[in-house]
């Protein structure tokens, strides 16, 4: 063998191992994994490229992506609310990325301005109603609810989840603090119940008429509808006539020091397009971020509504001042 040869047989096997280590993404998820495994499993179809999931909640894999630095093995951090992958940003942990198809697909409200996350579903924070009880025309905004005709009659999740620290966080956006002040106290004084630990004791607190009225994310009454179909709740899109309704997202984003950058542009590239989207944001009944994508026919049985498009990354950047003017409301 001569030396040339050697030499040229060692490229070629560097080579091929370069391309071999290129064709995996690893992803850090906070999202569960039997939603996002059989959308991760048909892009593997599809191109080849192996997926490999580390899940966990989303403030540990943050601490995690920190602690790890340079030497991360992600590619990819997957998460809930504008908040988190803000916080990602501000941290340090994301690579900002220039995509035509990511700009293309994914409205810019929906978006980090500077490139550096994308939101890929759409979770809206809706007002929902005992259909015994009210009528849908007695409704109309989020800050409505503090009327006192709701007087005893709303239920409301714990501040301290991060999907109301962001609804109150985007009200402080459009209202300024003081008004959203008043409005949060307002909600106060109309609990029918102390704040509950989530979603899902929300709207059965509302369909065994223990409240009237309250507020939780879409996708939480779609699942329950799914089990009870004959649930005496319904829900009303706030805030049509003025802003819209609160709206937040599931994202991603490329990580700052990922080992396949490229591979994982290409997946979230595809995560956006209209085959990917119906699939996100259909196995947990969300909305496609993309507009183009169809929605689960479960979900667009609820009506088209207007979006709130103030940047969900507000959300982030006044999480911090919403904990605390929730806690001087008496918001517990």
């Not at 966080?169 to 630990?197: D, Y």
């Not at 059965?204 to 089990?227: F, H, M, P, W």
């Amino acid at each position: 063998m001569t030396k040339k040869w050697w030499l040229a047989a060692v490229l070629g096997l560097s080579s091929i191992t370069q391309a071999q280590a290129a064709e995996e993404v690893v992803v850090y998820s906070a999202r569960i994994e039997n939603l996002i495994k059989p959308l991760f499993d048909a892009y593997t179809r599809e191109t080849g490229v192996k997926i490999t999931t580390v899940t966990g909640k989303e403030g540990p894999l943050l601490e995690r992506l920190k602690a790890e630095g340079a030497k991360t093995p992600a590619d990819i951090l997957l998460t809930v609310d504008a908040g988190n992958l803000w916080q990602a940003a501000q941290l340090g942990l994301l690579a900002k990325v220039d995509s035509k198809i990511l700009n293309g697909n994914i409205p810019a409200h929906l978006r980090d301005p500077d490139g550096q996350w994308y939101g890929l579903s759409v979770r809206a924070r809706s007002i929902i109603y005992n259909t015994r009880k009210v009528q849908p025309g007695e409704l109309s905004t989020y800050e409505d609810l503090g009327n006192a005709k709701w007087n005893k009659r709303l239920c409301l999740r714990s501040s301290k989840k991060v999907y109301n620290q962001s609804l109150v966080a985007m009200m402080i956006a459009r209202h300024g603090a003081e008004k959203t002040a008043a409005i949060i106290q307002s909600w106060v004084a109309n609990l029918a119940a102390p704040p509950f630990s989530d979603d899902d004791s929300v709207i059965k607190a509302t369909a065994a008429g223990q409240c009237d009225v309250g507020i939780v994310n879409s996708y939480y009454l779609g699942r329950l509808q799914k089990e009870q179909p004959d649930l005496p709740v319904a829900i009303f899109w706030p805030n049509q006539q003025d802003g819209g309704v609160h709206v937040n997202v599931s994202g991603a984003g490329v990580t700052r020091y990922a080992k396949h950058p490229g591979a994982a542009l290409k997946l979230l590239e595809w995560l956006s397009s209209d085959k990917a989207q119906k699939l996100f944001a259909g196995a947990n009944l969300e909305f496609p971020a993309n507009p183009r994508a169809p929605t689960d026919p479960l979900v667009a049985a609820w009506g088209a509504f207007k979006q709130d498009n103030i940047n969900v990354s507000e959300a982030g950047k006044r999480q911090a001042e919403a904990v605390m003017l929730m806690d001087r409301a008496g918001y517990k």
